[in-house]
């Protein structure tokens, strides 16, 4: 069995970020970008399934500009066999993403696709959820453990909820590092380049950004001094009423 | 066939409060110029490598002056493959240069500076001697568990009378049936106390200056040789020093490291590389100190603004930043040249005199972007000034740097 993985580049989480002057998005140029922590998770965790004799082969693949190989290449580091670059614009939205996905696993067959949560800069967490509906392929959200049973050819996912089970491990793995052989051996890995075209997906960006700003910037709080006064705030300053 | 499956995978959440990876975000400076692509993920790698795994028993190492016992330091380096980046794949090191066991080197060092000492003399000092002296039984019997990080290696030149004057050694190896036997102190031996390996220089010819050296690989626990005294440092601590005594120390004549008599060609073309990687350890203690200083003078609030606003601390940090930058293009310049087979004495002396130096000014003005706080022991700068202050001395002096580059300078056509 194939598992694929996919990856995203990102804004590595450590920098702070700032808007750029138009307004238009996040300030990206000369910024360090780095694997998706999330994405890192799904990766480890794919290795793991593999190490433990459940699939042949891990494809790591990723959607966007050139600079995209490059996290590629930690993917392979990591251990990913292979991987696969979709060229394209960097602004991709979830939709966009799930309709490649759902392409490249028709081309590839997987029998397992890996994401992460989320992605640390559009926090959309929706790409997982598309693709599954669009492949019609079950699905199992904020996973906190994967167990895989090849007898029964079942997937049993823990599940991660807001009210509910906590376990004793607060993630599901602590991705690896790459060692130097392996950061070596990545360079000779194949990564193979495909496009949009080639895929018979239509790029159509059905989301539009109109703008991008701060949040606006944290006031102190006000002692009030009766509750006609609170109720006056509510209703006049802070509109919730 | 495995029922197919998409699985979106996620960090449970703490109820207190979401947290990521537990990584310390570190200052990122472009460093693109000195670097290609693999190098810089090396870089990264051994960077996130010490942050987790050394970076948190730095503060308890200076303090206790000791390794942490709960963990294995020269393992985990070991399966890193950290220590045998300039071995022969043979033995199971990476064979990759220099210039990637000073990125290994400024890293750990970043980390825990202490830590960056024991594993430079270990993986340089010695290792690297055993791999360019030893003949193939030495190599093979020493190397292996040397790069593994199963045994630690230390060298020993400097006695309480010979310490820059190096050649003037006294410690004794006189001639005995099938081998040596060796009678001396040593001082100033870094991992001498629980080294396994050491490479140890002796006079075979208490009479002859330099012609009267040989190398010899002593292991540890050989009848007659001894660590007396772990010595109590200013800085550097938790990597041990000690004096180390040889009372009729019998070695056997397998054990000769090179020729008789010639050790100090081995003694001197190691000083070149060493100091070469032992630079790399400055540059890491400076970019430890930006790590503390830069976010400190961005949140550190006085008369109403982050004290970063303010000129003066602008162009302190402005100056740490540059000497930093340049010590750093300097070593890594010169550490290509070295793995391209240009080895020239007069700048592998440079380096480490700049960084060295460089390294004890960034520090004290680490502690200063701190005010009081730099200079309460709760915050890492004042171990950085202490641990700073050891590179201006080891591996040669800045006296003996300066002697030798201006000796070289004044030869040059």
């Known amino acids: ?241 | 066939m495995m029922q197919r499956l998409a699985v979106a995978v996620a960090v449970a959440r703490q109820r207190v409060g979401a947290s990521l990876p537990q990584r310390t975000p570190a200052a990122f400076f472009s460093t693109s110029m000195l670097f290609d692509e693999t190098q810089i993920k090396f870089k990264e790698g051994v960077q996130q490598f010490a942050q987790d795994q050394i970076a948190p028993h730095a503060d308890k190492i200076d303090k206790m002056d000791s390794f942490p016992e709960d963990v294995n330091l020269w393992k985990l380096m070991g399966d890193f493959n950290l220590h045998g980046l300039t071995a022969p794949a043979e033995y199971g090191g990476l064979d990759v240069g220099y210039l990637y066991h000073c990125l290994a080197m400024e890293e750990i060092s970043r980390a825990s500076a202490s830590v960056g000492l024991s594993y430079g003399v270990h993986s340089n000092v010695c290792l690297s001697q055993l791999v360019r002296h030893g003949n193939a039984t030495q190599k093979d019997k020493y190397l292996r568990k040397l790069i593994s990080g199963e045994h630690v290696g230390a060298l020993s030149i400097s006695e309480p009378g010979a310490g820059s004057d190096a050649v003037g050694i006294k410690c004794k190896a006189e001639r005995v049936d099938g081998g040596y036997v060796l009678n001396g102190n040593k001082m100033w031996c870094s991992n001498g106390g629980i080294a396994d390996t050491l490479v140890v220089y002796a006079k075979t010819d208490v009479n002859a200056r330099s012609k009267g050296i040989t190398a010899f690989i002593v292991e540890k626990g050989t009848p007659g040789f001894n660590a007396a005294q772990k010595l109590d440092k200013l800085g550097m601590r938790g990597s041990g020093t000690y004096e180390l005594v040889f009372e009729n120390c019998f070695v056997p004549k397998e054990n000769i490291l090179g020729e008789e008599g010639k050790g100090v060609y081995i003694m001197m073309s190691g000083l070149d590389l060493e100091r070469l990687v032992l630079a790399a350890g400055p540059i890491g203690i400076m970019q430890a100190c930006l790590d503390v200083a830069l976010p400190y003078v961005r949140q550190r609030e006085q008369f109403g603004r982050p004290i970063g606003e303010f000129q003066l601390m602008q162009g302190k940090i402005a100056d740490m930043y540059a000497s930093l930058q340049s010590s750093r293009s300097y070593v890594y310049s010169v550490a290509r040249d070295c793995d391209n087979g240009k080895v020239i004495s007069k700048d592998c002396a440079g380096v480490i005199l700049v960084a060295a130096e460089n390294a004890t000014q960034v520090a004290l003005q680490a502690i200063q972007c701190l005010g009081g706080n730099g200079y309460m022991n709760e915050y890492p700068t004042g171990r950085y000034l202490r641990d700073a202050k050891l590179y201006e001395i080891a591996a040669g002096t800045s006296e003996i740097r300066r002697m030798l580059m201006g000796r070289e300078l004044f030869k040059d056509q």
């Open chain 1, 1 to 241: 069995m194939k598992i694929m993985v996919a990856i995203k580049r990102v804004v590595d989480y450590a920098v702070k970020i700032r808007i750029k002057s138009d307004k238009t998005g996040v300030e990206t140029t000369n910024v360090k970008m780095s694997m998706n922590p999330f994405c890192e998770i799904a990766l480890e965790e794919a290795l793991k399934i593999k190490e433990s004799g459940f699939a042949s082969e891990v494809i790591a693949v990723s959607m966007g500009p050139a600079q995209c190989v490059d996290t590629l290449r930690t993917g392979l580091a990591m251990g990913a066999d292979r991987a696969i670059h979709v060229d394209a614009p960097a602004t991709l939205f979830p939709l966009s993403v799930a309709k490649l996905l759902k392409a490249l696993v028709e081309v590839e067959k997987p029998g397992l696709l890996i994401l992460g949560k989320q992605a640390i800069d559009d926090d959309c967490n929706q790409t997982g959820q598309m693709v599954a509906g669009l492949l019609n392929w079950p699905q199992g959200t904020f996973a906190s453990k994967v167990v895989l049973d090849k007898e029964k050819n079942v997937a049993t996912v823990d599940r991660e909820v807001d009210g509910g089970l906590e376990t004793a491990d607060l993630r599901l793995n602590q991705p690896r590092y790459a060692t130097l052989p392996n950061i070596m051996k990545a360079k000779s890995k194949a990564i193979k380049k495909m496009t949009a075209e080639e895929l018979k997906v239509e790029m159509r960006s059905d989301m539009e950004v109109v703008q991008v700003i701060e949040p606006p910037k944290r006031k102190a709080g006000v002692i009030v001094s009766s509750v006609d006064e609170l109720v006056d705030k509510l209703m006049n300053e802070a509109h919730v009423i």
